[in-house]
């Protein structure tokens, strides 16, 4: 398998959740297929996730990677369906891998035991690892680079914005953040900048709205642009700003 050097046969992002934490719009929460060089990586996994993956009949099982940016639900709570579904639904066989910020390896496993109550005896019977990345630096994970930056989101999230490399491509996303200098840095070069808009222009803490992107846009040196994580307002608005906003099952060619 290549490890990122060279034309990549394919390299696409799918949004397979590109809502809010509330449901807005009737989409499901965040995860962001990312696949290049047969190869596939979840950025974020939303408690929806495994049904939102069922829908576009994407396999849980195809996915090799998956990085995540922070500790709230709507970005993580998916992983204890897949992994429920890999060992006593889908008898996986391939090896998952999970990365995340700080505290990702108890947080998962708490919430494991709290949503499956009973399921203490389950085991991976293949090859299943946790890992918590370091910020500002790159990691690299069988050749997918993988590099975190704090992200302004709630503190006890370890709120990270992330930028993964592979194939050739890279793939910048912003996780929940409000506006912060780490997006220039995150979105420096990249194919593409996922970046969260949960407002239209709605003050926000934690958060960034539409006018606060408006002000900052200029600075981001990134090809291509994809709003997310929309609340009402911004859904309502989506058809009228130039960027391009995410829906789910959005394909992005890279
Ligand atoms: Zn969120
Ligand atoms: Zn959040």
């Known amino acids: 398998m290549?490890?990122?050097?060279?034309?990549?046969?394919?390299?696409?992002?799918?949004?397979?959740?590109s809502g809010d934490a509330f449901g807005s719009?009737?989409?499901?929460?965040?995860?962001?297929?990312?696949?290049?060089d047969g190869r596939r990586i979840l950025i974020?996994?939303?408690?929806?996730?495994?049904?939102?993956?069922?829908?576009?009949?994407?396999?849980?099982n195809s996915v090799d990677l998956i990085v995540l940016t922070h500790l709230h639900g709507d970005h993580c709570a998916g992983v204890p369906f897949l992994l429920?579904?890999?060992?006593?639904?889908?008898?996986?066989?391939?090896?998952?891998r999970v990365v995340g910020p700080a505290g990702s390896v108890v947080h998962l496993q708490q919430l494991f035991g709290l949503l499956w109550p009973g399921s203490g005896?389950?085991?991976?019977?293949?090859?299943y690892r946790c890992d918590e990345l370091p910020l500002a630096q790159a990691s690299e994970l069988d050749g997918v680079?993988?590099?975190?930056?704090?992200a302004l989101h709630t503190p006890e999230t370890s709120p990270?914005?992330?930028?993964?490399?592979?194939?050739?491509?890279?793939?910048?996303?912003?996780?929940d953040t409000e506006w912060s200098e780490n997006i220039v840095r995150v979105a420096d070069g990249a194919d593409l900048l996922i970046c969260e808009c949960s407002?239209?222009?709605?003050?926000?803490?934690?958060?960034?709205?539409?006018?606060?992107?408006?002000?900052?846009?200029?600075?981001?040196?990134?090809?291509?642009?994809?709003?997310?994580?929309?609340?009402?307002?911004?859904?309502?608005?989506a058809g009228e700003v130039p960027e391009r906003c995410a829906s789910d099952g959005l394909v992005i060619e890279l």
């Open 160 to 175: 990270t914005m992330v930028r993964v490399a592979f194939g050739g491509k890279v793939v910048a996303y912003s996780g």
């Open 44 to 60: 974020d996994c939303g408690a929806s996730s495994l049904v939102a993956m069922r829908a576009l009949g994407i396999d849980p």
């Open 84 to 96: 429920l579904d890999a060992m006593a639904g889908a008898r996986r066989k391939r090896p998952l």
């Open 199 to 237: 407002a239209y222009e709605r003050p926000l803490r934690t958060h960034m709205n539409y006018r606060t992107w408006q002000m900052h846009r200029a600075r981001v040196n990134a090809r291509a642009v994809v709003l997310t994580h929309m609340d009402g307002d911004m859904l309502a608005k």
């Open 121 to 127: 005896g389950l085991r991976p019977r293949f090859d």
């Open 2 to 17: 290549s490890t990122g050097a060279g034309t990549p046969a394919r390299a696409r992002v799918q949004f397979i959740g």
């Open 25 to 36: 719009g009737g989409r499901f929460q965040t995860c962001i297929l990312f696949d290049a």
């Open 145 to 150: 680079l993988v590099t975190p930056y704090a």
